[in-house]
């Protein structure tokens, strides 16, 4: 199986801050890579497929990036809607497999 | 507007059998490969399996931790989703989510349904 392994586990951050969160493929996944936030008792919502491909709808400030084994998710200006956990998901092989996610908490 | 509604959870001794349900709407189902993903309480997402669709011939996958206990199915006239799941284990206890595929992930989720198994 492939392993995600997303960083870091929690953050604490401020309106307006830049956000930077990273997960690492334990094998090459080409870029078979989704981004999802999740809040508190809500379903997932995808923000990035493939990599670098923005969800229709979801606001610029979030981008992916990366290829291979090494991705990141970025939020350029935090707002206070992006308060959530965030997890990295593949889908190049099965069985598929998320990161273990990455609350990102109010400062 | 797409929508998936999940159905069935409840409480279920272990050992025991539940079958959960998601009706979808807004969207040609038959078309779209299908997933389930399920999350333990204050856990992680965990897939547990797919279905695709008819042209690919419903080829099932699934996650080891259900194999040979859990099965997905669809019913493309009732635009239906669905997820029997026996010999269920404590560990199996969890929000089942399912989701539309769109051969890049999933990209619309229903809201969840808990299945809680304990004795």
């Known amino acids: 199986d492939i392993q995600m392994t997303q960083s870091p586990s929690s953050l604490s951050a401020s309106v307006g801050d830049r956000v930077t969160i990273t997960c690492r493929a334990s094998?090459?996944?080409?870029?078979?890579l989704s981004w999802y936030h999740q809040k508190s008792g809500k379903a997932p919502k995808r923000l990035i497929y493939a990599a670098s491909s923005l969800q229709s709808g979801v606001p610029s400030r979030f981008s992916g990036s990366g290829s291979g084994t090494e991705f990141t998710l970025t939020i350029s200006s935090l707002q206070p809607e992006d308060f959530a956990t965030y997890y990295c998901l593949q889908y190049n092989s099965y069985p598929w497999t998320f990161g273990q996610g990455t609350k990102v908490e109010i400062k | 507007e797409v929508q998936l509604v999940e159905s069935g959870g409840g409480l279920v001794q272990p050992g025991g059998s539940l079958r959960l349900s998601c009706a979808a709407s807004g969207f040609t189902f038959s078309d779209h490969y299908m997933d389930w993903v399920r999350q333990a309480p204050g856990k992680g997402l965990e897939w547990v399996g797919r279905i695709k669709n008819k042209v690919e011939s419903n080829i099932t996958e699934y996650a080891a931790s259900v194999k040979g206990r859990f099965t997905i199915s669809r019913d493309d006239s009732k635009n239906s989703l669905y997820l029997q799941m026996n010999s269920l284990k404590t560990e199996d206890t969890a929000v089942y989510y399912c989701g539309r595929d769109t051969d890049a992930s999933i990209d619309y989720w229903g809201q969840g349904v808990l299945v809680t198994v304990s004795s």
């Open positions: 094998q090459g996944i080409r870029n078979d």
